[in-house]
Every structure is written in structure tokens, then in C-alpha cells.
């Protein structure tokens, strides 16, 4: 990540560089490498993205980082999570190659253990593991909406969108180009502001002195409503050229 943004921020000639273009768009903040200025810098970006003044913010982090778990984007804090590539380990990390030697010669010395995986096997799994921790930022509870972007070709694999989280997998759709997942995520958001306003426009056409009917029939269009927003996920992955979405 240090190294993509230090490669946004070299200045295009008399054009502004990719970070002043995100910038411009929306405040970009930086995941710290120190702990202590984590709840600064989480502070200020809740606060850029309060601000009806602004267009709102955006927050890069790595995978099995800082705010991989235990912080919190519901709601308007986080409507879209996008991950980049598949965060495997370092396969030169001691740790990580003591663990898949561990797991190989435990399958290799008794097979009849259905249970055990290999190293191999495990190596991935941890990989995707952190993949649907940092999806599961942007969806927080059941009434939450946003979009999922996993931009890497290898996530329209079968066998890769298997491990996703059951949530997501119903969900996954592929994109043939960047303008078709582009043109998907703009209808999905159309789509939530309009059964937001529908629901308003409801609201404000039944007085609570309304009959028993009229009641009931409020209550119905409520939960039609949450359920439609409880299945409204996005996902998008792209395939080589193109793109998969849901």
C-alpha cells in the first residue's frame, strides 16, 4: 500500500498527480503504522464523513491491519469496501512456513484424518479469512447497505468466491469491463435511494392516527423495505478484462 501511494503522489507533468484527483474527490486518510495515532486518525475521518459540507472521505488500510477488526464503519461510515489483490502471507515469513510444514507432515503421517489440511490449503484459507474480515466492514448489522469491489481476476475462481462468506457468495456477479461493474454500482445506489425515498414518501402520507388498516399496511411496506436493504450487497471482481458484480 505505501508503495502504490507514494507511486499516486509523483507529480503527471502540468496534470495533479492520482492522490491530488482522490483528494479532490475525497479526503484521503492513511491507516498508521502507529497504534497510538490509530484513534486520531479514525476521529478526524468520522468527522470528514459527518460533514454535509464535504463529499465525504476515504480510508486506505491493509488487510490484517489496524482496523481489520474491532473498528467501526456502519452505516454511513463505510458504503463501499474495495480490496485489492488476494492478501496472501509472505511465503519467506518463518512463521508461515514452519505452519505449512507442521500441517504437511501431520496429513502425510496418517492419512486416514479426513480433518486435516495442508499446508498449501491453509496458506489460502488465511488468505481469504482476511478478505471477509475486510468485507465485513462495510456490512454491519441487518438494516446496512454497501457496495463490495474485490478487484483481482483470481476472485471470479470458483473455487475462491467458495470461501467467501455465505453473506456474499449468493451475490457475485461478473462484469465484462470497468464501465459495465461502474455503471452497476452507480444503478445499486439509485436503487437504495429510491426505496429510501418510497419509504418516506410513506411515511409522511399515514399519520400515526391512522386505522388499524392503514397501520398494518405501513408496517408492511417498514419490513418489505428492510428486507429489500438486507439483500441489496454488492460485489464486484474482475476477470482478466473484465469485472464481476453483484
Given at each position: 500500500?505505501?508503495?502504490?501511494?507514494?507511486?499516486?503522489?509523483?507529480?503527471?507533468?502540468?496534470?495533479?498527480?492520482?492522490w491530488?484527483?482522490i483528494?479532490h474527490?475525497?479526503?484521503?486518510?492513511?491507516?498508521?503504522?502507529?497504534k497510538?495515532?490509530?484513534?486520531q486518525?479514525?476521529?478526524?475521518?468520522?468527522?470528514?464523513?459527518?460533514?454535509?459540507?464535504?463529499?465525504?472521505?476515504?480510508?486506505?488500510?491493509?488487510?490484517?491491519?489496524?482496523v481489520?477488526?474491532?473498528?467501526d464503519?456502519?452505516?454511513?461510515?463505510?458504503?463501499?469496501v474495495?480490496v485489492?489483490?488476494?492478501?496472501y502471507?509472505?511465503?519467506?515469513?518463518?512463521?508461515?512456513?514452519?505452519?505449512?510444514?507442521?500441517l504437511?507432515?501431520?496429513?502425510?503421517s496418517?492419512?486416514?484424518?479426513?480433518?486435516?489440511?495442508s499446508?498449501?490449503?491453509w496458506?489460502?484459507?488465511q488468505?481469504?479469512?482476511?478478505?471477509?474480515?475486510?468485507?465485513g466492514?462495510?456490512?454491519?448489522?441487518?438494516?446496512?447497505?454497501?457496495?463490495?469491489?474485490?478487484c483481482?481476476?483470481?476472485?471470479?475462481s470458483?473455487?475462491?468466491i467458495?470461501?467467501?462468506?455465505?453473506?456474499?457468495?449468493p451475490?457475485?456477479?461478473v462484469?465484462n469491463?470497468f464501465?459495465e461493474?461502474?455503471?452497476?454500482?452507480?444503478?445499486?445506489?439509485?436503487s437504495?435511494?429510491?426505496?429510501?425515498?418510497?419509504?418516506?414518501?410513506?411515511?409522511?402520507?399515514?399519520?400515526?392516527?391512522?386505522?388499524?388498516?392503514?397501520?398494518?399496511?405501513?408496517?408492511?411496506?417498514?419490513?418489505?423495505?428492510?428486507r429489500?436493504?438486507?439483500?441489496?450487497?454488492h460485489?464486484?471482481a474482475?476477470?482478466?478484462?473484465?469485472?464481476?458484480?453483484?
Amino acid at each position: 500500500m505505501a508503495d502504490c501511494i507514494a507511486a499516486w503522489k509523483q507529480p503527471m507533468g502540468p496534470s495533479k498527480s492520482i492522490w491530488d484527483r482522490i483528494n479532490h474527490h475525497k479526503k484521503a486518510f492513511i491507516e498508521p503504522k502507529n497504534k497510538q495515532e490509530l484513534g486520531q486518525t479514525m476521529d478526524d475521518f468520522y468527522k470528514k464523513v459527518a460533514d454535509a459540507n464535504t463529499t465525504g472521505a476515504v480510508f486506505f488500510a491493509v488487510c490484517r491491519g489496524k482496523v481489520s477488526e474491532g473498528v467501526d464503519f456502519a452505516d454511513s461510515r463505510g458504503r463501499a469496501v474495495v480490496v485489492t489483490g488476494i492478501p496472501y502471507a509472505s511465503s519467506r515469513d518463518p512463521k508461515v512456513i514452519l505452519k505449512k510444514k507442521f500441517l504437511d507432515d501431520v496429513q502425510a503421517s496418517d492419512r486416514s484424518v479426513t480433518t486435516s489440511i495442508s499446508g498449501n490449503e491453509w496458506y489460502k484459507q488465511q488468505a481469504i479469512r482476511a478478505v471477509n474480515q475486510a468485507i465485513g466492514r462495510v456490512i454491519r448489522h441487518r438494516k446496512d447497505y454497501g457496495a463490495i469491489l474485490l478487484c483481482d481476476e483470481r476472485f471470479a475462481s470458483p473455487a475462491i468466491i467458495s470461501q467467501l462468506s455465505g453473506w456474499v457468495r449468493p451475490f457475485v456477479k461478473v462484469c465484462n469491463n470497468f464501465g459495465e461493474a461502474q455503471g452497476q454500482v452507480t444503478k445499486f445506489f439509485k436503487s437504495i435511494e429510491s426505496v429510501k425515498t418510497g419509504a418516506l414518501d410513506h411515511l409522511r402520507s399515514n399519520s400515526y392516527g391512522t386505522h388499524q388498516k392503514g397501520t398494518k399496511t405501513f408496517l408492511s411496506s417498514t419490513r418489505r423495505l428492510c428486507r429489500r436493504l438486507a439483500r441489496m450487497h454488492h460485489f464486484v471482481a474482475p476477470r482478466k478484462s473484465r469485472y464481476s458484480i453483484h
